[in-house]
T-cell receptor, first 113, second 111 residues
Framework: KAGVTQTPRYLIKTRGQQVTLSCSPI?????VSWYQQTPGQGLQFLFE???????NKGNFPGRFSGRQFSNSRSEMNVSTLELGDSALYLC????????????FGPGTRLTVT | KNEVEQSPQNLTAQEGEFITINCSYS?????LHWLQQHPGGGIVSLFM???GKKKHGRLIATINIQEKHSSLHITASHPRDSAVYIC?????????????FGEGTQLTVNP
């Protein structure tokens, strides 16, 4: 099976712009979680989607949003970018069983200038 | 206090040494994960534990649910083991796959 893929891998944006990141889960996985990793805060949970519904949400402002499509692919959007949004954004997919393992994608490195 | 605490934050070892990284957590959990992150960012899941002990090659992970503590051991360490090792837990308070992470342990193994 192909692993989790994320596009783009690298992105440079300017403050005030918006950005959309994409995550394609492992085939058959219906859960996609998004995480932000920064040197100061480490890894933090953004949100999780399962069968096109947001199942969990972390403590991030409303500028961070996401969605999931019927094929389980997920996108996250960040509007009105701030310098502090510069980070590695990781997604992870998992199957439907209780306690299913999570498989991480390679991440999208976002730089906001 | 963070829900997940790891120690040490940094660890330098000589090739061949036995290595232990510790993780303590303060919440009830349904699972604990050990993750490995190499420079460049990609994260690999090493273990997912809810009780007892698991072994994969030179890696061993243990968990004590009563003491809310887990350890990751690396036997016969090798320079290719150099990476950041991250402990993460899934709380019983939340549904789904949400993980809470420790700060990570930067391991450097010198030849």
């Amino acid at each position: 099976k192909a692993g989790v893929t994320q596009t783009p891998r690298y992105l440079i944006k300017t403050r005030g712009q918006q950005v959309t990141l994409s995550c394609s889960p492992i085939s058959g996985h219906r859960s996609v979680s998004w995480y932000q990793q920064t040197p100061g805060q480490g890894l933090q949970f953004l949100f999780e989607y399962f069968s096109e519904t947001q199942r969990n949400k972390g403590n991030f402002p409303g500028r961070f949003s996401g969605r999931q499509f019927s094929n389980s692919r997920s996108e996250m959007n960040v509007s009105t970018l701030e310098l502090g949004d510069s980070a590695l954004y990781l997604c992870a997919s998992s199957g439907t069983g209780t306690g299913a393992e999570q498989y991480f994608g390679p991440g999208t490195r976002l730089t906001v200038t | 206090k963070n829900e997940v605490e790891q120690s040490p934050q940094n660890l330098t070892a000589q090739e061949g040494e036995f290595i232990t990284i510790n993780c303590s957590y303060s919440v009830g959990i349904s699972a604990l994960h050990w993750l490995q992150q190499h420079p460049g960012g990609g994260i690999v899941s090493l273990f997912m534990l809810s009780s007892g002990k698991k072994k994969h090659g030179r890696l061993i992970a243990t968990i004590n649910i009563q003491e809310k503590h887990s350890s990751l051991h690396i036997t016969a360490s090798h320079p290719r083991d150099s990476a950041v090792y991250i402990c993460a837990v899934r709380s019983v308070e939340t549904s789904g796959s949400r993980l809470t992470f420790g700060e990570g342990t930067q391991l450097t193994v010198n030849p």
